[in-house]
């Protein structure tokens, strides 16, 4: 543990931040932000490269450590604050949050990200990744059928949750229905009265346009 | 911890199947194999389905419970069998493991496994592939600059490594140069002298039909 607080390297529209910010948050952990303009191109710039080679966000820097690549950061922020716990005690359990943080993480965002959809006719891309996003929430209400109570996992909130929310501002900006998920969209609706995801969203960050704020 | 085997369904042609086969071997787990054949679409039988409704492979039944999503199995592994550690104690080495194995889980894999070379069309595949596997492998490379000893993270074998090398399956498929990657090329000759990663090569799996076995 620091005394010097975090910094991440965040982008407001990027989900892969937002799980991070929130898990911050959760935790109280006070931190600095520095915005990269994801389509402005700034995670290319020589200087953001030679710190994260990647060039993705998030990007944390934590007792002078850097760390890329959203679940190593989540995992990293559990094992170094662990008051507020955001994993369960149970391995199996850990395991049931893990393997939906994988259905999200592994499975949906990535093959729904800007890089993705560039490959992608423009005409065929919204069709394209609404597919992509509702074949990974069907994965993850199904499974969330025998998990989740208020939350993912029963009525605590978990690094799933971290991980499922942001996925969302994804599927509301492609239209999705999300009567066809109904656990999700129970997490989500409860979700939204904690703080901590309330200032993790994209539309309450200082790098989110003024017109497109909350 | 139980006295009753896991049970892993896996493919031999899985590259998720086969970070899991990597560490159950490190380990010294017994474990009992169930192949799911993907190509014949065993995943999508309403028996499987009825177990994992995601329908991959791998899936790890532990102690009566049942684990979908590679990441997720390896780290319940860590956890509930602590000998033969693959993941270092140092925090920030840890997140360094865990950093690597998000850029072949979520960065690298998902987005050249057959789900997604299907929605190109089949002359435009393998460039994708080799572009995508390529991308993936020089972020890899440029982290191994300044962790990586004979393998991933120093000299000690790490679930970075067990990562790392069934993607390196996918690389040889579609042609992938691996003198672009000399970091990833040393680490993969170090790990071809361990028996853990020898047994767990898709060549090496019961499933594998004769003709392409090692």
Redesign the interface.
């Given at each position: 543990m620091t005394d010097t607080k975090p910094i991440l390297y965040s982008y407001y529209r990027s989900s892969c931040s937002a799980r991070v910010r929130i898990a911050l948050n959760l935790k109280g952990i006070a931190y600095e932000m520095r915005p990269i303009n994801l389509v402005k191109g700034e995670q290319q710039s020589p200087e953001y490269k030679a710190l994260n080679?990647?060039?993705?966000v998030p990007y944390l820097i934590a007792?002078g450590?850097g760390?890329?690549?959203?679940?190593?950061?989540l995992?990293?922020l559990e094992?170094?604050y662990p008051e507020t716990p955001l994993l369960p005690k149970d391995?199996?359990q850990?395991?049931?949050v893990?393997?939906l943080?994988?259905?999200i993480?592994?499975?949906t965002?990535?093959?729904q990200n800007l890089k993705?959809l560039k490959?992608k006719p423009e005409s065929e891309r919204a069709a394209?990744a609404v597919q992509i996003i509702e074949d990974g929430l069907a994965?993850a209400d199904?499974?969330l059928e025998s998990t989740s109570g208020k939350y993912c996992l029963g009525d605590e909130v978990t690094l799933a949750d971290c991980c499922l929310i942001p996925q969302l501002y994804n599927a509301h900006r492609f239209g999705v229905d999300m009567d066809k998920f109904p656990n999700v969209k129970r997490i989500e609706l409860n979700t939204a009265k904690l703080d901590a995801f309330v200032d993790a969203h994209w539309q309450s960050q200082p790098d989110c346009p003024e017109e497109l704020r909350k």
């Open positions: 080679p990647g060039g993705f007792d450590h760390i890329p690549q959203s679940v190593a950061i995992e990293y094992e170094v391995a199996h850990r395991a049931q893990r393997a943080m994988g259905v993480c592994a499975d965002q990535p093959l993705i490959t394209y994965v199904k499974m």
